[in-house]
C-alpha cells in the first residue's frame, strides 16, 4: 500500500517561512516524481513545484525564488522550503506522485492535504 502524509503547515505572518514535508510509504518512492500542488478556496488546483527522479526541479511562476523543493531519499520524504510567504500562498498543500516526459502527469497518489495560512 503506498501513502503520502503531508506536515508543516500552519499560521504564519507575511514575510515568514514554513516547510512542508511529504513522507512516502511503500517501496515505489524512487520510481515517481513528485510534485506539490495548491488550492484555494473558490480557486483551481494549481501545480506550485517539481522534482524529478534525477533531481531536476521546476516551480510556478508565482513561487520562483521563494519556494524550493528537495528530497531525501533515505527518509523517503520530499520538502517545500517557503520562503517569504505572501497573503496568496495561503491554501491546502497536497503532495502527489506523477510522471514527467514533456510535461508533469499526475496519478492518483495523493497526500490528505495541509493547510497553511498567511495572515497578519
Known amino acids: 500500500q503506498v501513502q503520502l502524509v503531508e506536515s508543516g503547515g500552519g499560521l504564519v505572518q507575511p514575510g515568514g517561512s514554513l516547510r512542508l514535508s511529504c513522507t512516502v510509504s511503500g517501496s515505489i518512492f524512487s520510481i515517481y516524481a513528485v510534485a506539490w500542488y495548491r488550492q484555494a478556496p473558490g480557486k483551481q488546483r494549481e501545480l506550485v513545484a517539481i522534482i524529478r527522479t534525477v533531481g531536476a526541479t521546476n516551480y510556478a511562476d508565482s513561487v520562483q525564488d521563494r519556494f524550493t523543493i528537495s528530497r531525501d531519499t533515505a527518509k523517503k520524504t520530499v520538502y517545500l522550503q517557503m520562503n517569504s510567504l505572501k497573503l496568496e500562498d495561503t491554501a491546502v498543500y497536497y503532495c502527489?506522485?506523477?510522471?514527467?516526459?514533456?510535461?508533469?502527469?499526475?496519478?492518483?497518489?495523493w497526500g490528505q492535504g495541509t493547510q497553511v495560512t498567511v495572515s497578519s
Open positions: 502527489n506522485l506523477g510522471t514527467y516526459a514533456n510535461g508533469y502527469s499526475p496519478t492518483a497518489y
